[in-house]
């Protein structure tokens, strides 16, 4: 008898890294979209400054969604020929996708905090959004490492 | 609630922020030539034009402009009733005085308020005080009882003072935000500081000090209360005691020293929320910056009028937000 179980648990990965990351980004995107407007409410002119820092919360959905291409291509599911993993290999995929399912949850919720404090500083000093930018641009950076991890366990798994 | 629920409103609030006066602005007001200037530098701050020398619409309209523009931004925000529900129960004051003298108390009934005036009209001309809402009903019963039946106004305004600093904790408290919290305790404090001072001053009696204080988490009540009626120097060794020198000093420098340091504490309070990007004190805070700003400017322009000197509107300036 076939066992679905190891394939089962890399799809439930790859999904888990979407899913996560997806929700978180579109929470942040949310959050600093409700700042952004109550600024262009008063001085729709800052639009533009303000869409880049709405922006920021954004990438972690696609670091998900990428991670996640990645297992399916990986296990050969968009072949629609997929390798029917061992159990072990399912969780060895699983746990490959954590580091990006979790830190791209928890990254772009707080990624979104910096960037609607950042559209405070827009609000009071326009010439300053690049440095506002860069703060928020600092959480980044753990999402993408988490990204890479992920990637580099999913990469380097051999089955 | 979430922490990130006025995002919207904080936004709207920090754009406004810029029309805020500075001290740089203040300075140039206190410096102006003469009351027709001061007025065309603040109308080209966005300030309305006064009807002559009174000022006092202007600068009303103003904080009502402020009060209108959190309310339509942030609804919800019911915490912010703590800083405008004073003027409900200076309200209510007028209301009951009306009554007992038989004028129309429309007049001089201010805003921004938490219940409408009509109602609040209706309510006590009616006698239908339960119908006011619970922060209020109680002592607008009590207090009407009070000037009905004994003719004694100031026991009213004791009654109607000290309620006035319970619904501000109660708002405060009912909101749950540690920020409005602190402000509503800290204006206790102040508030029964004053009394105690005052009551020592006029020998009133125990009864009388213990419905006018307060509870507040700084200060002893009952000690407070005991010291009030032993004398002023007693108040004052009381605050020594309570870690409250600060306050002491302040007192023995004046009673005007005294409201500008009180002022002072409460908007540093505020300040907190001057760097935050969510929540509400950013609103709290701008709505208590206007506040002061209107205070500094009724000093300003009543020192345009009376001619006093730049020195002397100095001393009396508050700290700014901005």
Sequence with gaps: MVSYLGLALAIAGAALAALLSGIGSAKGVGMVGQAAAGLISEDPSKFTKVLILEILPGTQGLYGFITAIMVMIKIQLLSGNPIMLTPQQGIAVFVACLPMAIVGYFSALHQAKVAAAGVSVVAKKPDQQSKAMVLSAMVETYAVLALLTSLLFILRLSF | ?322
């Design chain 2, 1 to 322: 609630m979430a922490n990130n629920e006025f995002l919207y409103a904080v936004a709207v609030v920090r754009a406004n922020e810029l029309a805020l006066l500075s001290g740089q602005d203040l300075e140039q007001l206190i410096t102006a030539p003469d009351y027709k200037k001061a007025v065309a530098m603040l109308t080209d701050k966005g300030y309305d034009e006064p009807d002559g020398t009174d000022y006092s619409a202007m600068l009303d309209a103003q904080l009502e402009k402020t009060w209108e523009l959190l309310k339509t931004n942030a609804p919800e925000a019911e915490g912010l009733n703590t800083f405008v529900v004073k003027n409900d129960f200076q309200n209510l004051k007028a209301c009951l005085k009306a009554e007992i003298a038989d004028v129309d108390a429309k007049e001089y009934l201010v805003k921004p308020c938490v219940i409408e005036h009509d109602f609040l009209l209706d309510c006590v001309s009616q006698r239908k005080f339960d119908e006011l809402p619970e922060f209020i009903s109680e002592a607008a019963k009590k207090g009407f009882d009070t000037v009905t039946k004994t003719g004694n106004g100031q026991l009213c305004d004791v009654i109607t003072d000290s309620a006035t600093i319970k619904a501000m904790q109660y708002f405060a408290k009912l909101f749950g935000d540690e920020l409005l919290t602190e402000y509503a305790d800290t204006f206790a404090l102040a508030a029964d500081i004053k009394t105690a001072v005052r009551s020592a001053r006029t020998d009133k009696g125990e009864g009388f000090i213990e419905a006018a204080l307060v509870e507040t988490p700084y200060i002893d009540i009952a000690a407070l209360s005991q010291a009030a009626v032993e004398g002023e120097q007693a108040v004052l060794e009381l605050l020594d005691e309570s870690k409250l020198a600060d306050y002491r000093a302040a007192l023995e420098s004046g009673a005007s020293a005294f409201e500008k340091y009180c002022d002072d504490k409460l908007l540093a309070i505020v300040k907190k929320a001057k760097y935050s990007a969510m929540g509400i004190g950013p609103l709290a805070a701008y709505y208590i910056a206007r506040e002061t700003e209107i205070k500094s400017l009724r000093i300003i322009l009543s020192a345009k009028i009376s001619g006093a000197s730049a020195d002397t509107v100095r001393e009396r300036m508050r700290e700014l937000y901005v």
